[in-house]
Each structure stands twice: as structure tokens, then as C-alpha cells.
């Protein structure tokens, strides 16, 4: 059964970091790039970052370049992604995604809040 559980979530003040996790299972995970995402209240599901299969490629969008690195761990089948000085418009619920050519995973989310 494939499963992608994220974590890390929570809330956490303008300025601060969080580092997400999703943890992959029932499928060869380094065989995989992976892709965090987003989405906002009222908003569409926005890629945030991804990584190759085998790490040595990432990608970011704009709205975090910067103050976010995606990583990955192939032995404990788990992604990452830090973000460092969060801004209120990072507020959403975060989503890992695996894909391989048409195949594609998602986790059920995370939920960051960025508030004072």
C-alpha cells in the first residue's frame, strides 16, 4: 500500500523556520523525483519545490527561492523541506508528491501557519 505521510507542520511566527518531512512507503522511493506543494485557503495547489530522484537536482518556485531547500534521504525514504524566514503568505497546507513518469502519489497534507 502506498502511503506518503507528511509532518512538521504547525504554527510558528513571521520570521521563523519549520522543517517538513514526508515519510514515503510501498514503493521504490529513489526511483521517484518528488515535489512539495501548496495551497492557500481560496488559492490553487501551487508547486513550492522538487528534487530528482537521486538528489542532485532541485527546482523552486519563486515565492520561496531563497529561504527553502528541498532534500531527501533514498535509505530512509524520506523528503524534506525546510523553510526558513516564513512570511504570513506561506500560510497553506503542504503536500508531498511523488512522481514517475504518469505515476503519480500524494500525501494527505500538513497544515503550516505563519502568525504572530
Known amino acids: 500500500q502506498v502511503q506518503l505521510v507528511e509532518s512538521g507542520g504547525g504554527l510558528v511566527q513571521p520570521g521563523g523556520s519549520l522543517r517538513l518531512s514526508c515519510a514515503a512507503s510501498g514503493f521504490t522511493f529513489s526511483y521517484y523525483a518528488m515535489r512539495w506543494y501548496r495551497q492557500a485557503p481560496g488559492k490553487e495547489r501551487e508547486l513550492v519545490a522538487t528534487i530528482s530522484s537521486d538528489g542532485g537536482a532541485t527546482k523552486y518556485a519563486d515565492s520561496v527561492k531563497g529561504r527553502s531547500t528541498i532534500s531527501r534521504d533514498n535509505a530512509k525514504n524520506t523528503v524534506y523541506l525546510q523553510m526558513n524566514s516564513l512570511k504570513s503568505e506561506d500560510t497553506a497546507v503542504y503536500y508531498c508528491?511523488?512522481?514517475?513518469?504518469?505515476?503519480?502519489?500524494w500525501g494527505q497534507g500538513t497544515q503550516v501557519t505563519v502568525s504572530s
Open positions: 508528491n511523488a512522481i514517475r513518469g504518469i505515476v503519480l502519489y
